[in-house]
């Protein structure tokens, strides 16, 4: 199935549920919305077609539901929360001797992250290799810590002009933390990319560390790695030592409008129509001052170790993030679902520097201590098939 947004908007007009107002905003969280129900419509569609002959692993009957943070009730909410806690309480399974500042099982993602950081990011196993660490950080929480739901997502969009304010960052019992207390005088934050011009982020209302929400007691134990501050400089290290302190934000409405808005959403799924293109846009084109929405929601956090490259997996709001990130690609897969399901391109090295192999579906992607065991990258491409079987609302 083949939609265009031609025929997408067409359509809107149509939809009685879905207000359309001459708000852009509004328009194109309408839009997105619509598309959601087209791509559940085709993943339906697939499941539904499929054969008896062997047993499928996903079904209509068993598939998982990714649903938005602020569409949870508040006691699935805290579920989330409470079981992310558990996860931060139990031991690390990554050797103190690979990485000396691994303390939890939750360390152990930060770890694999921190450890692969030039291999998944401006690679072909950007997209895969993000699905399945967001997905095995989901089976640890159900598996170890008993959480019985799904993975939630941040859809930038939703809260763009005031994220916080949002139910993810408002500092509630039920949010995924507040920001951080407030530090006046903040400079921007300069972000660089080998020889192209550096790119300059307005602060955000933050900056200190948390001090409300489920984890305002929490320990950030790993970084940094390449930290960059309000004073133009760069914290660099290895990563992998032992260094407790606060967990920081700085969210900054700012930088979440500019480049994670809703119309920024709908224009990476309808402007790029190949995956070289799609990949590259969502986590912005090294030079065009662009950051994608992929930056756009790391530098929304900010903070430590939100706006660090290598250890933002130590923000537990990552892996909301890291769901949007994927229900985009999924959205986008399911507009040419026959062309672009197993549609992969780049190197294994972040912007091919060092020059490396072209990734290919045979490739292998292991996340180590994490969990979830090596896998092909063939496996990862489908969200009803393989080891994954869920969808989004």
């Known amino acids: 199935m083949r939609l265009h947004r031609l025929t997408c908007a067409l359509l809107l007009a149509t939809v009685g549920s879905i207000p359309i107002t001459p708000d852009k905003a509004s328009r194109s969280l309408s839009e997105l919305e619509y598309l959601l129900k087209q791509a559940r ?3 339906a ?3 539904g077609n499929r054969t008896t002959k062997r047993e499928p692993t996903c079904t209509l009957e068993n598939i998982r539901i990714r649903r938005e943070w602020g569409s949870l009730s508040q006691d699935e909410r805290k579920a989330y929360t409470d079981a992310v806690l558990c996860l931060q309480s139990l031991p690390a ?7 000396p500042g691994a303390r939890s099982r939750y360390d152990d993602f930060v770890a694999s992250h921190i450890n692969q950081t030039f291999y998944i990011h401006y690679t072909g196993t950007f997209l895969a290799w993000h699905r399945w660490f967001t997905y095995n950080y989901e089976q640890a929480l159900r598996n170890e ?15 763009a002009s005031d994220p916080a304010s949002s139910p993810i960052f408002d500092g509630s019992a039920y949010s995924m933390l507040g920001n951080g207390e407030y530090i006046a005088g903040k400079g921007p934050l300069i972000l660089t990319i ?7 982020l307005p602060p955000g209302t933050g900056g200190g560390c948390v001090t409300s929400g489920p984890f305002k007691d929490m320990q950030v134990n790993l970084g940094p790695a390449n930290l960059p501050l309000n004073n133009g400089s760069t914290l660099t290290g290895t990563g992998f030592g032992y260094n407790p302190r606060c967990l920081k934000r700085d969210i900054s409405a700012a930088v979440n409008s500019a480049y994670a808005n809703a119309s920024s ?5 309808f402007g790029n129509d190949n995956i070289a293109d799609f990949q590259l846009a969502m986590q912005g084109v090294p030079g065009s001052g662009s950051i994608g929405v992929h930056g756009g929601g790391h530098y929304a956090m900010g903070g430590d170790p939100g706006a660090d490259f290598f250890v933002s997996p130590g923000d537990p709001a990552f892996y909301l993030h890291h769901g ?18 197993d549609a992969i391109s780049g190197t294994g090295t972040f912007l091919n520097t060092p020059p490396s192999p072209n990734t ?13 065991g090596p896998i092909t990258m063939r496996e990862l491409m489908s969200i009803q098939d393989g080891p994954f079987c869920y969808t989004y609302i």
Do not use: F, H, K
């Open 265 to 269: 959403i709908i224009d990476l799924i």
């Open 360 to 372: 290919t579906l045979d490739d292998i992607v292991d996340l180590g201590y994490a969990g979830g």
């Open 194 to 200: 080998g020889e192209y011009p550096p790119l300059y």
């Open 45 to 47: 569609e697939i499941l």
């Open 41 to 43: 419509s085709t993943q």
């Open 324 to 341: 949007m990130i994927d229900l985009v690609w999924w959205a986008w897969q399911t507009l040419d679902y026959g062309n672009r399901r």
């Open 93 to 99: 399974n990554t050797p103190t001797s690979l990485v």
């Open 145 to 159: 810590c008993g959480y019985n739901s799904s993975q939630p997502y941040w859809n930038w969009g939703l809260y």
